[in-house]
Nanobody, 124 residues
Framework: QVQLVESGGGSVQAGGSLRLSCAAS????????MGWFRQAPGKEREGVAQ???????TYADSVKGRSTISRDNTKNTLYLQMNSLKPEDTGMYYC??????????????????WGQGTQVTVSS
């Protein structure tokens, strides 16, 4: 029943912007902890940002000030707006959800539902 489908990835030059989307079905994003993670080749998956069912926000230090996580409750869609992109932002970006309104630590271990990912490539 639960499904997460990412879109919006692509190739962009350093300093550019992308908006990633995550279309959710089977649950409501407005009352669910939602997160974005990324994984670069040869590296461990890392948390980028999360938003709780109470709209509490958490950002990784590496993207703080450059990225914004948000929801459109009408469209039941999660977004990640990324600005001032750097080559080190390159990776596969995954949308994730956990059951419940509360978010905890920004760690993949607490998220039970995952999308298939969308590739982001930032060139210099």
């Amino acid at each position: 029943q639960v499904q997460l489908v990412e879109s919006g990835g692509g190739s962009v030059q350093a300093g550019g912007s992308l908006r990633l989307s995550c279309a959710a079905s089977g649950f409501g994003v407005s009352t669910t902890c939602m997160g974005w993670f990324r994984q670069a080749p040869g590296k461990e998956r890392e948390g980028v940002a999360q938003i709780s069912g109470f709209s509490g926000l958490t950002y990784a230090d590496s993207v703080k000030g450059r990225s914004t996580i948000s929801r459109d409750n009408t469209k039941n869609t999660l977004y990640l707006q990324m600005n001032s992109l750097k080559p080190e932002d390159t990776g596969m970006y995954y949308c994730a959800a956990r059951s419940g309104r509360y978010c905890y630590r920004l760690s993949e271990g607490v998220f039970g539902y995952w999308g298939q990912g969308t590739q982001v490539t930032v060139s210099s």
